[in-house]
């Protein structure tokens, strides 16, 4: 192993650790961990950690009434977005929690997405176009409730730029080359 994967590997265990010990007492501490754990699954493309932050019987709301039910639902749709932007980062600008009862928060998160469809997607082969970070904007609500010790997210209502992308990997160009005046 090259000394550059190992030590890769070793900053990811590292980062896994940190994420993993983030006490949760508060909305700040709640954001960093929701936050962190969204930057470590999507920009280091970790899949496995979906199961450390999301509850086994999750449901997902999605734009035009679509919804996603299970943790193995959720993690297909996140593998299947990074599969066609292998490159994808995400940029979590805002997020904020509220109290939402004992041992439960409702968290909000503005983000973005950059990337190239440079592999296969549901719409079909790449068309190597890139997504553009102001045009991608996405939004969540999330609850999070502690449960069994852990805090995970048991449900959650998100706005994917989902025309936005779907524009970027068909190369539908009167989407894509929009400009803002």
């Known amino acids: 192993m090259s000394t550059y994967c ?20 508060d909305a700040d501490s709640l954001c960093a961990y929701i936050k962190g754990y969204w930057e470590f699954i999507i920009n280091h493309k970790m899949f496995g950690c979906i199961w450390d932050i999301y509850a086994d ?29 292998s490159d994808l980062k995400v940029d979590i600008p805002v997020i904020f929690a509220a109290p939402a009862g004992e041992d439960t928060w409702q968290v909000w998160m503005r983000y973005y997405f950059t990337g190239t469809n440079n592999s296969t997607s549901i719409y079909g082969p790449p068309s190597h176009l890139k997504l553009e970070h102001d045009k991608a904007l996405n939004i969540s609500s999330f609850t999070v409730k502690k449960i069994d010790g852990e805090w995970l997210i048991t449900f959650e209502y998100t706005g994917h730029c989902c025309d936005y992308i779907r524009a970027v990997c068909t190369g539908d160009s009167s989407f894509t080359t929009l400009k803002f005046d």
């Open 57 to 85: 019987e999750i449901e997902v709301r999605r734009e035009n009434g679509f919804a996603l039910r299970g943790i193995g639902a959720v993690e297909a749709n996140i593998m299947n977005l990074c599969a066609a932007f």
């Open 6 to 25: 190992l030590e890769a590997s070793k900053q990811l265990h590292a980062d896994y650790a940190a994420l993993k010990a983030i006490e949760v007492k």
